[in-house]
C-alpha cells in the first residue's frame, strides 16, 4: 500500500472520502482518472478458483 494519506479518505476527488466499493470499480466511479485500472483485476475475481484461494 501506498497513499496511505489517500486511503484514509484525505482525497476531494472522483468520491474518494467513501471508504466502501473496490479499487477495481473505480474507472466506473471516475471516469476522468487519467490511470485505467488492469482489465484482467475484474477477471481475477470471476475465477472461482482464485476466488476461493483468495478467502
Partial sequence: MWDFNLSFGNADYCNAELTT?????????????????????????????YTNSLK
Fill in 21 to 49: 466499493g473496490w479499487q477495481y470499480n473505480f474507472d466506473d466511479i471516475c471516469g476522468i482518472f487519467s490511470t485505467s485500472i488492469p482489465f484482467w483485476w475484474e477477471r481475477l475475481l470471476e475465477d472461482p478458483v
